[in-house]
């Protein structure tokens, strides 16, 4: 079946750095669609890419969708301590629009 | 709008029993999805509805796990009997077709 992996699995930063988190499918994806989950929290919808080679920017947070469209990724420019928590890239299932295969997901800490 | 709605958000119960998740999930929304999370295995789709019918159950680990949904406004995940394994949090999250998962807070169950 259809797998999503993310890497690096976790990341320990000091506020300030960046951070990247990389998302591959293994077939390619219609859209992909990033996530947030805080700590002891539920997942939160960021974004939406499905433009081969697409790029958007919220604040510091830049995704961007391969141009295979099989990877994406997610970067943090100068982290602060309220992006912790782990980051999830989930891509529809082949002819299934609505049933999402998530990453295994990046958890990133961030510390003064 | 109040979201996705779940209860209870904590379930502590006994091997052998009977436990009851439930959902509301927001107005509108045409898809709705239980997922399973644990540190081992990720966020895992159990089952998932379209206009209150049963799309795809392929998720549901075994006999035990069963979800219904009567109405657009009301779904529920029964496992009986409950076993320590099932210890995990669920969510519940609600879609219109094309857009954003909607998570609930979860229901943080543990079985002993």
């Known amino acids: 079946g259809q797998q999503v992996m993310q890497i690096p699995q976790y990341q320990h930063v000091q506020e300030g750095e960046d951070f990247t988190t990389y998302c591959n499918s293994s077939?390619?994806?219609?859209?992909i669609q990033w996530y947030k989950q805080r700590p002891g929290g539920h997942p939160v919808f960021l974004i939406q890419?499905?433009?081969?080679?697409e790029v958007k920017k919220q604040k510091r947070l830049t995704f961007q969708f391969g141009e295979a469209k099989k990877n994406s990724s997610l970067h943090i420019t100068a982290t602060q301590t309220t992006d912790v928590g782990t980051y999830f890239c989930?891509?529809?299932?082949?002819?299934?629009?609505?049933?999402?295969?998530f990453g295994t997901g990046t958890r990133l800490q961030v510390t003064l | 709008d109040a979201g996705v709605i779940q209860s209870p958000r904590h379930e502590v119960t006994e091997m052998g029993q009977e436990v009851t998740l439930r959902c509301k999930p927001i107005?509108?929304?045409?898809?709705l999805f239980w997922y399973r999370q644990t540190m081992m295995r990720g966020l895992e789709l159990l089952i998932y509805?379209?206009?209150?019918?049963?799309?795809?159950d392929s998720g549901m680990p075994e006999d035990r796990f069963s979800a219904k949904m009567p109405n657009a406004s009301f779904s529920t995940l029964k496992i009986q009997p409950s076993e320590p394994r099932d210890s995990a949090v669920y969510f519940c999250?609600?879609?219109?077709?094309?857009?954003?998962?909607?998570f609930g807070s979860g229901t943080r169950l543990t079985v002993v």
């Open positions: 989930a891509g529809p299932n082949t002819g299934t629009a609505s049933k999402l295969t």
């Open positions: 077939t390619t994806l219609s859209n």
């Open positions: 890419l499905v433009k081969s080679g």
């Open positions: 107005s509108g929304h045409d898809y």
């Open positions: 509805f379209n206009n209150n019918v049963p799309i795809d």
């Open positions: 999250a609600s879609i219109l077709q094309g857009y954003g998962y909607t």
